[in-house]
């Protein structure tokens, strides 16, 4: 259960992350952030009512809020990072933050099995070649480094933090809701202040009916995400957490092949290889 749910987080976020990145060049980063986040927290509140959610309340939705927080930062560095970047540097390095909900699951004493450690190495591995790092000859501006490194620590944060949100089904549901409501908060409050200083909230091209026209496309990147960070929950509750966050890490590669598949992008040779070993690194995971 706990690789069926992490493999189907991995491809849920990056479906997500290919979709927001095709939106991020017509709408403002920002807009996309709080206008998919919004319709994620619509969609969660009436879930959270329908199913009784409000009955779990506690406090361990105090995590929750710190991921509602935590991810809307990550998110807007690594935008920043890779618009600073070379993307080729910039997006593996975003993918090192799985060290974070490994690193906790190691504290709580989870002690995976000699093959199971053998597919995080090659997983984790697989995974930043399949950014297609660029090894040599891009020069890399130390801000970039930074953010993208700080990104890195806020996925991976994210990840640990609403792993313990919840312990039921209803309980999760009310701690994504938490969550995106904190979500649209900080990223309203940021899309506020980028505004007061000469930031634009729509598109140049289209303004307001750019974005309605893009609302299927929001929903889809808001509901993807959240999806996510649930399956991802359940995950990590049934099974060693640093399997759980290494599966579910995996989704640069889908990112990789939805672009491949979509905008007809050619893989370059590390990128395959990466997907190869990515590939042997699950297999690893899931029977070691």
């Known amino acids: ?11 849920l976020w990056g479906l997500a992350d290919f979709g927001g990145g095709l939106l991020t060049r017509r709408v403002p980063a920002l807009t996309v952030v709080v206008v998919s986040q919004t319709i994620a927290v619509v969609v969660l509140g009436a879930i959270v009512v329908a199913t009784g959610g409000w009955s779990e309340t506690g406090p361990q939705l105090w995590y929750a809020v710190a991921a509602g927080v935590v991810g809307p930062v990550a998110m807007l560095s690594f935008y920043k990072a890779l618009a600073l970047g070379p993307m080729g540097v910039v997006s593996p390095l975003g993918s090192l933050g799985v060290i974070v909900p490994v690193s906790v699951g190691l504290l709580l004493g989870e002690r995976p099995g000699l093959l199971q450690f053998a597919g995080i190495g090659v997983a984790v591995v697989g995974v930043l ?57 900080v990223g309203g409050a940021a899309l506020y202040v980028s505004v007061k200083r000469g930031g634009r909230a729509l598109p140049e091209d289209g303004g307001l009916r750019t974005v309605r026209a893009s609302l299927p496309a929001l929903a889809f990147v808001g509901l993807a995400d959240v999806a996510a960070n649930g399956t991802y929950a359940i995950a990590a509750q049934h099974g060693p957490v640093a399997v759980a966050a290494v599966l579910a890490s995996l989704y640069p590669v889908v990112t990789a092949l939805a672009a491949r598949g979509v905008l007809k992008e050619r893989l370059r040779a590390v990128q395959a290889a990466g997907a190869g070993l990515a590939l042997v690194g699950t297999v690893l995971l899931a029977t070691g």
């Open 1 to 11: 259960m706990t690789a069926l749910f992490a493999l189907a987080t991995s491809l």
């Open 129 to 185: 070649l399949a950014g297609g790092p660029e090894l040599r000859g891009a020069p890399v501006q130390r801000q970039a480094v930074l953010l993208t490194l700080l990104a890195a620590f806020g996925f991976g944060s994210v990840m640990a933090l609403i792993a313990e949100a919840s312990t039921t089904l209803t309980g999760l549901f009310l701690a994504l809701f938490v969550q995106r409501v904190t979500n649209v908060t």
